[in-house]
């Protein structure tokens, strides 16, 4: 069977269907030549889903460790002779449990938290609270008063308003609180391009563009940016112990242009607060971001790629505005627990219809599988294109233009939006979609009433239930009519 006019333009015709692309998959995942089925570090996934049902989430818990290994060894190389090391915190938010925050803790990372149920989270699986960070453009009082009480490492603090409610707690508390300020730099990153004028235009982070109309007509603050009026406000308030500054400029970016930028951004200004205010902020944060391979058409770049440029960046620009570099410190999510995980899922039904295009009419197969958005909310959410392989078995099939969708009531509903697929895939085959390790199982919900589905970590070749799969009682507890 030929390419398929349906087929988007990044997508190419497999040379063979059962082949996985290595950088899309955790390193324990293979399909060796004798063995049909896909496998993790030696365990068939048929074994996997007789054990534990379907959708399954199955993480490579070596993956997700050597990746935020890979990370903290990188940057800390490059940053050595700048600032004598980097401080790696995992980005929770993509994907957090008891497990992960352990591990995360034994790799020598931080985490960093943007909610009281992280950081609920992070506290009883035993980190050191000076080593959680804590954001959230709308923290609650309740949130900033825990932070401040176990005298969490830092509270990454999004705006004035916030700024004035934290000195206010910290002062209640008769505690001071640990603050870095988020900025946002005039980087507005999208995955392979990045404009430097739509930041502003969005909720997070203090504007470093000068003149607000808020501000302005507040006397001492004229004509001043919300980012240096928190920052002088911050020195001043002796229940803030100003650490540094924060930017984080999106998600999922290949393009290191726009992380460098950033960087040589906020060094400027660092530079340029020294001159006003007389001291050098210790710290620096440029966040997270870095994309990984969901398809064909990403191209990731290595933890030693991103770290020499944004090494380089930091030092020279440190050096032209004449500051000592602050300490270094960034928060991967996506690009350490991504990878490390794949859905597997049991194949339902199929359908073919012919669909009208340029080239005339073509088939497209529909295959349904048992989970859907509530698994795998990002293609609903940001029309993320994923890949799918048949995972049960191999197939000597043609390879057919196909959507992967789930069984919710939503036409929406697609979890592989196009992907070759072998054309003799029936009911009871099992397909693995690779890189649903961040923001799939935190984002998942229970719409239409679906259990959320159990994570499985495979760690030294054994398989072990991380997080179980949601009962029907789980489903109801909270409906009191349920008792
Ligand atoms: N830091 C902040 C402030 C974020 O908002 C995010 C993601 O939204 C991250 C870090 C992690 O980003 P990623 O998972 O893309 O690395």
Not at 168 to 181: F, P, S, Y
Request: glycine fraction near 10%; charge should be negative; include cysteine.
């Amino acid at each position: 069977m030929p390419a398929s006019p349906l087929a988007p333009a990044w997508l190419s015709f497999p040379e063979d269907v059962n082949a996985l692309r290595p950088l899309e998959w955790a390193a324990g995942v293979s399909r060796s030549e004798n063995d049909d089925a896909l496998s993790i570090q030696g365990i068939s996934v048929t074994d996997l889903a007789a054990e534990f049902g379907t959708p399954l989430y199955v993480m490579d818990a070596d993956d997700f460790r050597a990746r935020a290994r890979a990370f903290k060894n990188a940057f800390d190389a490059a940053f050595q002779d700048i600032c004598g090391g980097v401080d790696v915190y995992y980005a929770g938010k993509a994907f957090l449990s008891f497990d992960v925050a352990r591990w995360v803790k034994d790799e020598g990372l931080r985490l960093d938290t943007c909610s009281g149920g992280e950081l609920a989270l992070a506290l009883r699986a035993g980190l050191d609270p000076e080593n959680i960070g804590l954001h959230g453009n709308n923290k609650s009082k309740a949130e900033i008063t825990k932070a401040i009480e176990v005298g969490l490492g830092r509270i990454v603090v999004d705006s004035l308003d916030e700024l004035e409610r934290v000195s206010q707690i910290a002062e209640q508390l008769g505690k001071q609180a640990n603050v870095m300020l988020r900025l946002t730099p005039g980087v507005h990153a999208h995955t392979h391009e990045f404009i430097a004028t739509a930041h502003e235009d969005q909720k997070f982070g203090l504007s470093m563009v000068e003149g607000d109309p808020l501000l302005d007509g507040a006397g001492e603050v004229e004509g001043k940016s919300p980012a240096a009026v928190a920052v002088s406000r911050g020195l001043k308030d002796p229940n803030i112990n100003l650490l540094g500054l924060h930017s984080h400029i999106g998600s999922q970016i290949f393009d290191t242009d726009g992380f460098a930028l950033a960087a040589e951004r906020m060094v400027t200004f660092l530079g340029a607060m020294s001159q006003d205010h007389g001291v050098v902020l210790k710290e620096l944060d440029l966040g997270g971001g870095f994309g990984i391979a969901y398809t064909e058409q990403d191209e990731p770049r290595t933890p030693e790629e991103l770290s020499t440029q944004m090494a380089e960046i930091v030092k020279s620009t440190c050096a032209k505005v004449g500051i000592e570099s602050p300490r270094i410190s960034i928060e991967p999510g996506r690009s350490i627990a991504g990878p490390s995980t794949f859905t597997l899922y049991e194949i339902g039904v199929r359908k073919t219809v012919i669909v009208d295009s340029e080239l005339g009419d073509s088939p497209r197969h529909y295959v349904s599988v048992d989970g859907g958005m509530s698994d795998n909310a990002r293609p609903v959410l940001y029309d993320a294109d994923y890949s799918a392989v048949l995972a049960s078995r191999t197939s000597q099939a043609d390879a057919i233009i196909s959507r992967v969708v789930g069984k919710h009531c939503e036409s929406g509903d697609i979890v592989v939006k196009d992907a070759y697929l072998p054309a003799d895939l029936t009911a009871g085959d099992l397909l693995a979609v690779p890189a649903t390790g961040a923001y799939c199982w935190a984002l998942a919900s229970n719409y239409n009433y679906l259990g959320r589905p159990a994570v499985v970590a495979v760690s030294g070749g054994e398989a072990q239930l991380m997080i179980r799969r949601e009962t029907e009682d789980d489903l109801f507890d909270r409906d009191l009519g349920a008792k």
